[in-house]
């Protein structure tokens, strides 16, 4: 596609309820980043994806989180037993090593409500 | 772990007041790029800086990256009600190829 995509837009579940984030990266960006941002804070950073190298994960906050992507394409983020510090706005960046190296490009977002 | 410092948190300007946000990291950068939010919004890509030294313009916009490439700077000229969002900025440290970002700068502007 033209751009990051990710879905749902808006997801609002239940405390204790699993949850799968999907983002779409742009075609041929072998660099994908997952962030959380909380309202009115900065960008918290989750996961990184680059080729087919082993992921930094150091941003995962517990084991309840986890991400997956098979080579370029599509990654999903899942959260399991969700809590109510979870809710955010889970954004998802991807970008290419060659040209406009290492610029991200955004998706929209994913709003997570836990109630 | 290798880290991006951003400065101030936030801050609150009238409007036609100038506006300056600073980036430092302990270890030399690659490459450092800028990115705006609006609220409600995602981060768009402004601009990036790769040499010692350089400065760009944009606009009422002026980008600057440090000789020892360890810092730069945002700084708006005049600022306008339309600048109001968060300022971040991002960078690769030399050998990496991970971009960091920094805490962000939150900008209000008061007509």
């Known amino acids: 596609g033209a751009g990051v995509s990710q879905s749902p837009s808006n997801k609002v579940t239940e405390k204790g309820k699993d949850v799968e984030l999907r983002c779409d990266p742009i075609s041929g960006h072998t660099a994908l980043y997952w962030y959380r941002q909380r309202l009115g804070q900065g960008l918290e950073f989750l996961i990184y994806?680059?080729?087919?190298?082993?992921?930094?994960k150091s941003g995962l906050p517990s084991d309840r989180f986890s991400a997956e992507r098979t080579g370029e394409s599509v990654s999903t983020l899942t959260i399991q037993r969700t809590q109510q510090e979870d809710s955010a706005v889970y954004l998802c960046a991807s970008s290419s090593r060659t040209a406009a190296k290492n610029i991200q490009y955004f998706g929209a977002g994913t709003r997570l409500s836990v109630l | 772990g290798q880290q991006v410092m951003q400065i101030p948190q936030y801050q609150h300007v009238q409007e036609g007041e100038d506006f300056t946000t600073y980036c430092n990291s302990s270890?030399?950068?690659?490459?450092i790029q800028w990115y705006k939010q609006r609220p409600g919004g995602h981060p768009v890509f402004l601009i990036q800086l790769v040499k010692s030294g350089e400065v760009k313009k944009q606009k009422r916009l002026t980008f600057q990256f440090g000789e020892a490439k360890k810092n730069s700077s945002l700084h708006i000229t005049a600022t306008q009600t339309t600048d109001v969002g968060t300022y971040f900025c991002a960078g690769t440290h030399t050998g990496g190829f991970k971009t960091i970002f920094g805490a962000g700068t939150r900008l209000f502007v008061k007509a």
């Open positions: 994806f680059q080729g087919n190298s082993a992921p930094d």
């Open positions: 270890t030399t950068l690659s490459n």
